[in-house]
């Protein structure tokens, strides 16, 4: 595609519902990331893949966030049982090769996501 | 947490003026990049500084670096309401993954 797709681009939920956000990332792309960020704050890092596997989860907040990705493309973040605090926007970037830090992320839109 | 941290947290100037935005990290980098995000949804890469470069440019963009110093400085030169943004430091601290700073919120007015 022509550049990192999310969905939902908004989403209000009730708390204690899963809700699932997905990420399309730039085809080829083998390094794929998420972020949340909070009302006016900075990025908060969450998860990054390498193709299909996950080398550092150390940013997920809790046993009720988990992520996926399958055939080294489409992405999915669930979060379990949502909680007030985990209104944010979350943000989804890809880049070209597997040690991404010396290139570029390109991002998507975002996922506003509201739990009430 | 956060590696980077920017300085100030905002900043507001006039059209024409030069806006100077200030980054701060804690440990060693490979490298160092600056987006910038309007509207806050999708970041844009603006410039990419390697740990033994000191100085990038890229159009009214320049870019300092100082690794003794663990500090970045983005100038943004002849300034446009259309700059008008959040500007982010994210760095790799020697890691695979990119942590991005606290931002700096530029206001630029006509």
């Known amino acids: 595609g022509a550049g990192v797709s999310q969905s939902p681009s908004n989403k209000v939920t009730e708390k204690g519902k899963d809700v699932e956000l997905r990420c399309d990332p730039i085809s080829g792309h083998t390094a794929l990331y998420w972020y949340r960020q909070s009302l006016g704050q900075g990025l908060e890092f969450l998860i990054y893949f390498q193709g299909n596997s996950a080398p550092d989860k150390s940013g997920l907040p809790s046993d009720r966030f988990s992520a996926e990705r399958t055939g080294g493309s489409v992405s999915t973040l669930t979060i379990q049982r949502t909680q007030q605090e985990d209104s944010a926007v979350y943000l989804c970037a890809s880049s070209l090769r597997r040690t991404s830090t010396n290139e570029k992320l390109f991002f998507g839109s975002g996922t506003q996501l509201s739990v009430l | 947490s956060q590696q980077g941290e920017e300085d100030p947290q905002a900043l507001s100037i006039q059209e024409g003026e030069n806006a100077t935005m200030n980054c701060s990290y804690k440990?060693?980098?490979?490298?160092l990049q600056w987006y910038r995000q309007n509207s806050g949804r999708g970041l844009v890469h603006l410039i990419l500084i390697r740990s033994n470069e000191r100085e990038k440019h890229s159009g009214r963009l320049r870019v300092t670096l100082d690794t003794s110093k663990k500090s970045s400085s983005l100038l943004i030169t002849a300034s446009r309401a259309a700059d008008t943004a959040s500007y982010f430091c994210a760095t790799d601290g020697d890691t695979d993954k990119l942590i991005f700073g606290t931002g700096t919120r530029l206001q630029v007015f006509p």
């Open positions: 440990t060693s980098i490979n490298n």
